[in-house]
């Protein structure tokens, strides 16, 4: 037998029974939702990766990494690396390479003064070797006995030694220093003379007493092959020409 239903039980029916309609979202609450879920999974996954990729160097270095220099030696020490942070073999390194340059500038040192003292001695001093070399150059070119056998005055020349070499012309000068019983200094020296007459040899002797700072000339003789011994400077019958004697270990005149 068929059910009765009534007219407002079949509607209700009917409405239980049917389909529901799909729903439409809204364009902008997609786009929304879609670029929310996309970041927010983009988020999730650079986290992921950056703590996956720290997590190592987190596990094998705990500390920051110290920056190493190169080792301190002999020959490569600078001294930028400051001494309490060297090792003791890098100051030992250190101590001999400084000890080496100290010892260096000592010598150069050492040696530029040597060299500057003879220099001054032997040449720069008035009373030098070199000085009285050119006085007793002087004295025999104005001479006229030494013009009558040599030339002229201008043209007579001074130099040392004989070469084997015509291109030296500082010619070594013999000469001998020595000190007598009295304390007087002796300086004698040789050299040799040319002009366009005629060529001899020079001999210079000098004296220094105790109490003098200067030497003196004792004799300046000039001697010319075939001529008489031309005497420059002589000390016979000067005042003073002859030293005197101590007396209880002084000079009383």
Not at 91 to 118: E, P, W
Not at 126 to 131: E, G, L, Y
Not at 194 to 222: F, M, Y
Not at 230 to 253: C, H, L, N, Q, Y
Request: charged content about 20%; aromatic content about 8%.
């Amino acid at each position: 037998m068929a059910t009765i239903y009534k007219p407002a039980q079949a509607i209700q029916l009917l409405r239980s029974t049917a389909p529901r309609p799909l729903s439409i979202p809204n364009k902008r609450t997609a786009r929304a939702a879609f670029s929310t879920s996309r970041n927010a999974q983009a988020t999730h996954n650079s986290s992921n990766t950056t703590s996956n990729n720290s997590a190592p160097n987190d596990i094998l270095s705990p500390h920051p990494a110290i920056p190493t220099r190169r080792r301190v030696t002999i020959t490569n020490d600078t001294g930028a690396v400051r001494w309490s942070d060297l090792s003791p073999g890098e100051k030992a390194s250190r101590t001999v390479q400084q000890s080496f340059n100290l010892t260096v500038v000592l010598v150069g040192i050492l040696f530029t003064g040597t060299v500057g003292y003879y220099l001054f001695s032997d040449i720069i001093s008035p009373n030098s070797k070199t000085a009285y070399f050119n006085r007793a150059t002087t004295l025999i070119r104005a001479h006229p006995e030494c013009q009558k056998l040599l030339g002229p005055g201008p043209q007579i020349s001074a130099h040392g030694e004989n070469s084997w070499s015509r291109w030296v012309h500082n010619r070594h000068i013999n000469s001998t220093e020595e000190t007598d019983q009295w304390g007087t200094e002796h300086l004698r020296f040789r050299f040799y003379v040319e002009g366009p007459l005629n060529q001899g040899t020079a001999i210079c002797h000098l004296t220094k007493r105790p109490s003098q700072d200067e030497w003196e000339w004792c004799e300046l003789v000039v001697n010319v092959k075939g001529a008489k011994t031309v005497w420059v400077e002589r000390a016979e019958g000067k005042a003073g020409s002859r030293v005197a004697p101590k007396i209880f270990g002084a000079r009383w005149w």
